[in-house]
């Protein structure tokens, strides 16, 4: 019996082991077509990869409108009439768009910008505590110092311990909007 016994174990452990290994494929080819990165594909569509801190710096106004993705560390936040205003410095994001750090304190990619947060209720609690973030935003104009300032859609941020990591996007619930089309309201409507 002991060697039945024995056999029936290694069995076990076989499927198991077997079990696990289906489940790690699974995993590994569900990240491949869904897509594992730390920015949405959506995102990554529209912006311009070779956008970089420094020729956004040197002419804001012709980016005006255009999705960028950005490396960044939170250096001061204040409100601005209701809207969440936070100075970052730029961090060069690598091929994976992780932030690091720029080759020296002087480069040209080290510089400083603006974050607009509209819906700053929203962000994770943690997003005091990230030492660096991935964000994506909007070009929407020249905030103080000169400085270029971007509308936040999408931030992804790594604090200095895993719990303190967290992905924020901007959403607009489509049913809080108006209830009727401009163009079906008639000027002689007296509901109007």
């Not at 019996?1 to 489940?23: C, G, K, Y």
Request: with cysteine; hydrophobic share 35%; proline share 8%.
């Amino acid at each position: 019996m002991n060697a039945m016994t024995a056999q029936r174990a290694r069995l076990n452990s076989t499927q198991i082991f077997v079990n696990r290994l289906i489940q790690a494929l699974f995993l590994s080819a569900l990240c491949v077509t869904v897509g594992c990165t730390v920015v949405p594909r959506k995102y990554l569509k529209e912006a311009d990869p070779s956008l970089t801190l420094s020729s956004l710096a040197a002419a804001p106004e012709r980016y005006q409108g255009r999705l960028v993705v950005l490396g960044a560390v939170i250096v001061k936040e204040e409100m601005r009439g209701g809207t969440l205003w936070l100075h970052v410095k730029n961090r060069p994001l690598n091929e994976n768009y992780r932030p690091h750090l720029p080759p020296s304190p002087s480069d040209h990619e080290g510089g400083w910008y603006w974050i607009v947060v509209k819906n700053h209720h929203t962000l994770p609690s943690s997003y005091r505590h990230w030492a660096d973030m991935t964000i994506v935003g909007r070009v929407i104009g020249v905030g103080p110092e000169g400085q270029p300032l971007l509308k936040l859609l999408y931030a992804r941020g790594w604090g200095m311990s895993s719990e303190h990591d967290g992905v924020w996007e901007h959403s607009v619930d489509e049913n809080y909007g108006p209830t009727t089309p401009p163009e079906l309201i008639r000027e002689s409507d007296p509901f109007q």
